[in-house]
């Protein structure tokens, strides 16, 4: 049976909302970044002009510095605002663009994505390994493996940028102690130990066209284009660990790495 995944968790406010904001459940510094969302979007801070200072927020909504910073944060990171030392913040666009750029020097640096994002379970699924998945986890064909199949989103954002299929053998071999199921211990190794575990990463990266399903997750148009990203992760003693399989819409992730000579001397 598919698993079931709760939303986000929220936190409780006081019980009666501060002067400018809606009476709601989500976290203060979402609030005044939904109402800050509002305003731009009724063209009350265009776009190019400047947004109000923290200080100007901290007094119209009585909120600490700390939250007016989590707030505008938020709406950086959607696209809307870009904030710079010293000049304030600028006004970017009136609708959310969702993003994500990746650096990517090291395993270290590959690794920050699964940090900087937050994956939702939509279900799991105990099956016998094709002829594709085989090759993918190194077994035979016929192999039981199981399968976590998911949506990344970037942290305090609720729209999708990447659906995610996860394969594994159904072992606990390699994986975190503790669980009953291969599923759980799957899923705990994404979400807290991948980093301390992995040893190497196999990248590969391919264009593709959303089918229909594909396309409903991440909200955009069937066929639109993707790009698909194959990842195999093995431990130290070059053990896999687990595969996987991301598809990002074409226009909302970048993928960005860089070379260096070993053999030249820099700063020279």
Known sequence: MPLKEKSPETVDLAPTARRGLRTS???RYLQVADELRDELKRGDHPVGGMLPTEAQLCERFSISRYTARE???TMEEMGLIA???????????????????QYVRSIDDLLQYTQATRFQLRH???LMADATVAGWLDVRAGTECVLLHGIRYQRRMLKPFCITDVYRRATMQGLPPGFARVEDAMRALIEGELFARVGLVEQSLSAVALDAEQARELEVEPGSPALRTLRRYFDPKDRILLVAVTLHPGDVFSYITRY?????MRGV
């Open 83 to 101: 904030r710079r030392r010293g000049s304030g913040t600028k006004v970017r666009s009136a609708e959310p663009q969702v993003r994500y750029n």
């Open 260 to 264: 260096e000579r070993s053999d030249v």
């Open 71 to 73: 707030a505008l944060r």
């Open 25 to 27: 459940r989500k976290p």
């Open 124 to 126: 799991s699924d105990r």
